[in-house]
């Protein structure tokens, strides 16, 4: 414990007072495209990697490890069972997925204005997931403390091109590890109204994940209409790749399926490492991993909403690091996307990834190449789209500025081109003529505060103009920026009974067992 | 002068001891798509665009400025001229394009196995053009030198990633106006032997340019099949836009044409100060514009080569400066790509654009946000693909390098994905089994080397690595490359005859003129 109830309080109440704080400026809740998304396999590519996935899934099969549920629910759909290992005949995941697992789904979240849809042509922009370390430009790297945890929280808060609080932002580890996620998931219900995401660590901190969410949406948890709970958690479960389930991520994701709440089945994967290295042979083993797990979603509760994630690295020759931001995992970026939309299920993946220690120009090229991907290829819950740093071993304070605002340029990318009259400006054109400028006509004048996306971190002054305001490079802006907003971070109203009882929840929790940092 | 013809021909024969230099690696002399194109817009979208670039030609006109044999070509072609401005009617320009501009064209360099293909599925990364300043991290920002000049055209012949020369890649201010462009080409054709650009700044200059081409050349200026020169140069011919062409530029490409060599026909446009603020709009009357253009060097001689270019940028609704690297003109390049092949010509836009002031992360954003549109919207001529800095006014050594290394890395992009049965590697699946690694499988063994792009700039090392290497960001590492570089620079072998000639014709050109800044 940090701080107590008591302070809690009073910082609650302090941000009741002063109002809805970053929930005054409107902005859609998710983004929706209306372009095309970029398909680079043709029919007979995809249909080849589905084989192949079959074959993996059939010949090969997935080790679904220390769960003896798991393996009867396994035998009862008609699965081969040998041990630990599960051999599913051609088609059966498939089948299963297709048969109940929901297109698109919404993720509620407490303030019912920022609930997002998930899957279909929307795209949700979600703060990177993970990070044991921290980095600022004035302090260096450090580990993660529930301080720079609710930092984080609110920089979310605070970013319009973020739609979502995300997870494990970065590891509070000045908490014991069996605690922090209470202490996680109260900052996400408090210090925002944004979507989140839950704790995957045991299955008990699910359950406690499940059980903080019904206290933070009371009356609305359950939908009236089908009696069921309505999804207002999403978690990652990560296979163990290869072609494995481990028994914390299976028990997890059986706690929030039974309770209808969302899993994103990610094998996580270091090509070359975790998968061949090659991104036919990795999407194929990705595409067999990630239906084995969304099957197996549905056995467990048939409908119950899933994302097929899919997070694939590269890797260097030189030193078998991985790498970031290199074409080849944009190209199974792609790939999955096309199978996950053939599929029927909403796909998570990209990012703005980087293995640069420091938000650098390596920072920013490998982010960019991760981050169109993730736009134009069609991903629809874009985890780790801001602060990733360190091959997500660190999440960055520049960083996550300069991310949202790249994440905010796809936003208007999605949007595509007009083509309204207004648009294709033709009168515009007609009333300057040859020669002349645009700058003063009528058109120019109606349009011009909002034609084109004007980052709040990039300098396009001139020469003398950037030289008299002493220099900066774009970290050292961000730098500025990340404190000005945090300066004037206002959190949203809560209503008091609901913050008292997740924190007697909480408190009550944490003194029921011993701290521990397993 | 700068230097006596003494000491170049002392140069000259120094790189012919050395040998071949760069030209030891074999590289591919340019890129072939084995991807999609991303297309934005469908038929209706892109049929309105087109209709509205004819009304534009139609309608309003464009004015070919100080140029009587451009009006009575374009009266004897059926336009209507009304003193220097010139209606096209419907579909006469396409009509003209179509009848006789190739769709796909060779570009012959001085070593043949480094000519290039420009137009349908191939892609030549250029580098940047036009800079009056360079930037380094060690001198900081100044005026280019003939010095820097040299630099730039030795780096480019020694970046397997580039495919060309460029042509004016900086000014160097240190030559008179009126005659740099003499050792501008001198340096393309001596110390590189990439293909390399004409000079376009007066009709004089591009004369020589054709005639140093022709010394250059020698027996292979003329193809023996067609009697015709080869096309051994490609000129920037820049439209004044909005819809004029002006006599230099005029003057310029009619020298080129009647020479059969390329013309790259580009609407140089800051949206919202030369067309209006809207993406269709801009397209429109670029489409309009080069269509135009385009069109009179059909006129001029029919056959001749072109390519239909786009230039346009955003603008800062702050301070009208433009800006690079946002949605706006990537959608403008994905659509014009779109509108190019429609209308069966190669395509120039794009490139590694930025407004930043250095090679810091606004730089490498800014830069990615161009370049993986170019590269996945299918622009055949990536003209500014390395050093442009600053909005085009300076020229970065640090950007250069980081540059190539992302134009290297989108060639691996448009590879695409290995679909072959060692792509798809069922068979390491099969061997490694779940649970394992594949680290040691003989699949990762056997192609491990070549499986993923390795940038010779990035630092994927652990934060302990990075911090004892001396915690150099990416700027630092690129400052450390172009250095190495340039020492291990050797030029490729030139004919002393051609030499000779060379220099002599460029000696008694340079005496037969007084030295002018015009």
Request: net charge negative; proline share 7%; aromatic share 8%.
């Amino acid at each position: 414990m940090t701080s107590s109830p008591t302070r809690r309080r009073t910082r609650t109440s302090g941000a009741r007072r002063a109002g809805q704080g970053g929930a005054q400026v409107p902005v859609p809740p998710y983004a929706t495209r209306q372009i095309p998304c970029y398909e680079v396999l043709n029919e007979e590519g995809l249909s080849l990697i589905e084989h192949n996935a079959d074959t993996i899934l059939e010949d090969i099969g997935i080790d679904f490890r220390d769960d003896p549920e798991a393996l009867r629910l396994w035998r009862d759909a008609g699965a081969d069972v040998e041990g630990e290992r599960v051999r599913m005949p051609r088609g059966l995941c498939r089948q299963l997925i297709q048969a109940s697992a929901p297109r698109q789904f919404t993720q509620h979240a407490r303030n019912p204005a920022r609930s997002i849809e998930i899957g279909g042509p929307h795209t949700a922009f979600v703060p990177a997931y993970g990070c044991p370390f921290v980095y600022d430009l004035d302090r260096g790297r450090r580990y993660g403390t529930l301080d720079d945890f609710h930092n984080f929280v609110k920089l979310a808060y605070q970013s319009p091109s973020l739609h979502h609080s995300g997870g494990t932002i970065c590891e509070p580890v000045d908490l014991p590890v069996n605690k922090r996620h209470f202490d996680m998931l109260y900052a996400h219900m408090t210090y925002s109204d944004k979507c989140f995401m839950g704790s995957v660590t045991h299955p008990e901190r699910a359950q406690d994940t499940v059980d903080m969410a019904r206290i933070l949406f009371g009356d609305r948890w359950l939908d009236p209409d089908t009696g069921q709970p309505r999804t207002c958690v999403i978690s990652l479960i990560n296979a163990n790749s290869p072609m494995t389930f481990d028994a914390t991520m299976l028990g997890a994701a059986k706690v929030y399926a039974r309770h209808h709440q969302a899993c994103i089945i990610t094998p996580f994967i270091l090509a070359g490492a975790m998968s061949p290295v090659t991104v036919a042979g990795t999407a194929a083993q990705t595409l067999a991993e990630a239906m084995a797990g969304l099957a197996f979603v549905q056995l467990v509760n048939p409908g119950a909403p899933v994302v097929l994630g899919s997070f694939a690295s590269s890797m260097s020759m030189q030193s078998g690091a991985p790498t970031f931001g290199t074409p080849e995992p944009a190209l199974v970026l792609y790939v999955m996307a096309q199978l996950a939309r053939r599929l029927g299920v909403p796909f998570r993946s990209g990012g703005s990834l980087t293995a640069a220690k420091l938000p650098d120009a390596q920072a920013a090229s490998e982010s960019a190449n991760t981050l169109l991907p993730t736009t134009l290829g069609g991903v629809n819950f874009a985890l780790h789209a801001a602060g990733w740093l360190e091959g997500g071993l660190a999440m960055g304070y520049e960083k996550f500025v300069m991310d949202t605002d790249q994440a905010a340029m796809m936003q208007t990318l999605l949007k595509g081109v007009d083509l309204s009259e207004n648009g294709q400006a033709l009168d515009a054109i007609r009333e300057v003529g040859p020669g002349k400028h645009f700058l003063g006509c009528a058109h120019t004048q109606a349009n011009f505060r909002t034609a084109f996306y004007l980052s709040p971190l990039t300098d396009n002054n001139s020469f003398e103009q950037w030289d008299a305001d002493g220099r900066l490079d774009m970290a050292q802006r961000a730098n500025a920026r990340w404190k000005t907003l945090l300066a004037e971070y206002q959190a949203p109203v809560l209503d008091p009974a609901i913050d008292e009882a997740l924190v007697t929840y909480m408190e009550t929790r944490k003194a029921s067992f011993p701290d521990s940092n397993l």
